[in-house]
């Protein structure tokens, strides 16, 4: 059976990897980056063509795919002037593998459905170069029938796809996910900053936590940081700021409210404004212990 064409907009880290691993498994691919050396490495391994607009692309594609930074920027690639729902035809899937807003995420499928297309949120787990070797962890939220049909494909791309429910349920998961992952590393960063303030000793601190149920790879990340020195949690404090903004939201968007998330959505945001947005997360304890009340 003839592999499906796919097009894929965004060559960033995640995305070149991953349109790297589709390419050496023989898929056909039809691509668009604003970095055009990047869609320029695509072409030259050959089975791939550039579009010059997401109209084009999606005409062209049976599986379109996003890897893109925020839901404002896949809106407007969806919806704006030569975007995609102009051109994707009947039948074929949007898959947005990027964080986005849950209910951002809906509004473009129940727009999509009346054209009779499919969409499916799948949101990422694990580094580019697990992307790079079709190892990702997939969060996959959209109907039954859509998921069944883009799922062979997903299958090159994570080593674990999960279906999670309906439209929404992937972006929903990966937020919640993100939520708890990044407030255990600002509660933690903060709590070595508290050590190194006080005179007590960071390995020591880090050797009596992790005897205890506190202990987890986070903590060894910030631990990593703020008694080594080495920053080695490959996720910036700007994508973390992003997605706690997106996790209040969706939590606003629910009826209710997280005090806990405001809260660590405040300190990444105040990070941010100190010119520390392209550090990993655990470099927030710099923050920490120069912070004055």
Sequence with gaps: MKKPTIGFIGLGLMGANMVEN???????????????????????RGNATAATSPKELAEKSDIVMLALTTSAVVEKVVYGEEGIIAGIKEGAVLVDFGTSIPASTRKIGKDLAEKGVGMIDAPLGRTPAHAKD??????????????????????VQGENVFHLGPLGAGHTTKLINNFMGMTTVVAMSQAFA???????????????????PSNSPFMKFCKNYAVDNVSDLG??????????????????????????????????????????????????????TELKK
């Design 22 to 44: 589709l390419q050496t498994r023989g898929f056909e691919l039809i691509v668009m980056d604003l970095n055009k050396d990047a869609v320029a490495t695509v072409i030259a």
């Design 235 to 288: 996720f910036s404090i700007a994508n973390a700021n992003k997605d706690l903004g997106y996790f209040v939201q969706m939590m606003n968007d629910l009826g209710t409210t997280s005090q806990i998330a405001e809260a660590t959505s405040a300190n990444l945001q105040a990070a941010v404004a100190a010119d520390m947005g392209a550090e990993n997360v655990p470099v927030i304890f710099d923050y920490f």
């Design 134 to 155: 079709g190892l990702l962890n997939i969060m996959a939220g959209g109907d039954k029938e859509t998921f069944d049909k883009v799922k062979p494909v997903l299958d």
């Design 194 to 212: 508290a050590a190194k303030l006080s005179g007590v000793d960071g390995q020591q601190l880090f050797d009596i936590m992790s005897a205890g």
